[in-house]
């Protein structure tokens, strides 16, 4: 006889993340095919409005895949992303507010629900970019033999540096698609300086965090970030 328990949330939510840790093969090739059909729908003006308009649904779809294929939570991984999303979204309120971080910016209608004058999924993003980065960092860079202080620093630095490369792939798409927008449509080098200083301590975080780094979708995710945004450049380039 089934018990009440059973039925419980919480044995729902350990149900959805087994079955997701168990098939991360078959939610990984889902989450690219997602990201290769909005990368086409984007680029094909007919449907550009409808894409656009799944954005969000893309984004939190995104994250959630993200964190229920998280294979241990701890107090520590949740502070983690307590603290990314906070530290990401305000600094965007003081950013758009104050034009001294990034630069003069304002947000669309595109990334949906705002707070502030700052979508809230500007913060779900920042935990998606500050994780799925420096997991690649922290899984691929073991074979570095330096003391652990220093090899978790440079880590840390080096991831700062890719999501400021990814960021730079994310520019030219958010502008055309209404994300956001610069004044006179120029992207200060500013932007680039004020997006390493704030993802470098939010790398460390992560690299310095004790909770147990096993998620295997994050490389996926990766992936179909590098996908969507490094294809979308070089379409703009050569086609659109």
């Given at each position: 006889?089934?018990?009440?328990?059973?039925?419980?949330?919480?044995?729902?939510?350990?149900?959805?993340?087994?079955?997701?840790?168990?098939?991360?093969?078959?939610?990984?090739?889902?989450?690219?095919?997602?990201?290769?059909?909005?990368?086409?729908?984007?680029?094909?003006?007919?449907?550009?409005?409808?894409?656009?308009?799944?954005?969000?649904?893309?984004?939190?779809?995104?994250?959630?895949?993200?964190?229920?294929?998280?294979?241990?939570?701890?107090?520590?991984?949740?502070?983690?992303?307590?603290?990314?999303?906070?530290?990401?979204?305000?600094?965007?309120?003081?950013?758009v507010k104050t034009e001294a971080i990034f630069g003069a910016y304002n947000y669309g209608k595109t990334l949906g629900f705002k707070i502030l004058e700052v979508?809230?999924?500007?913060?779900?993003?920042?935990?998606?970019?500050?994780?799925?980065?420096?997991?690649?960092?922290?899984?691929?860079?073991?074979?570095?033999?330096?003391?652990?202080?220093?090899?978790?620093?440079?880590?840390?630095?080096?991831?700062?540096?890719?999501?400021?490369?990814?960021?730079?792939?994310?520019?030219?798409?958010?502008?055309?698609?209404?994300?956001?927008?610069?004044?006179?449509?120029?992207?200060?080098?500013?932007?680039?300086?004020?997006?390493?200083?704030?993802?470098?301590?939010?790398?460390?975080?992560?690299?310095?965090?004790?909770?147990?780094?096993?998620?295997?979708?994050?490389?996926?995710?990766?992936?179909?970030?590098?996908?969507?945004?490094?294809?979308?450049?070089?379409?703009?380039?050569?086609?659109?």
């Amino acid at each position: 006889m089934q018990t009440e328990s059973n039925f419980s949330p919480l044995f729902l939510l350990e149900s959805v993340r087994f079955f997701i840790q168990n098939n991360i093969n078959f939610f990984g090739r889902l989450i690219l095919i997602m990201h290769l059909a909005g990368l086409l729908g984007l680029c094909y003006e007919p449907t550009r409005w409808l894409f656009e308009s799944a954005t969000p649904f893309n984004l939190t779809t995104s994250i959630v895949l993200l964190l229920l294929a998280q294979r241990k939570y701890s107090p520590s991984f949740w502070l983690f992303v307590s603290i990314t999303f906070l530290v990401g979204f305000f600094i965007e309120v003081i950013g758009v507010k104050t034009e001294a971080i990034f630069g003069a910016y304002n947000y669309g209608k595109t990334l949906g629900f705002k707070i502030l004058e700052v979508p809230i999924l500007i913060g779900i993003n920042w935990v998606m970019i500050t994780f799925i980065v420096n997991y690649f960092i922290s899984t691929y860079f073991n074979f570095l033999i330096l003391n652990s202080k220093i090899t978790l620093f440079f880590k840390s630095i080096f991831a700062a540096l890719l999501m400021v490369m990814i960021d730079y792939l994310i520019e030219p798409v958010a502008i055309i698609h209404d994300f956001w927008s610069w004044e006179n449509n120029h992207i200060p080098l500013q932007n680039y300086i004020g997006w390493f200083l704030v993802a470098l301590p939010l790398c460390m975080l992560f690299q310095y965090s004790k909770f147990e780094k096993l998620n295997k979708f994050a490389y996926f995710l990766l992936m179909a970030q590098l996908l969507f945004f490094g294809g979308y450049n070089l379409l703009m380039r050569f086609f659109i």
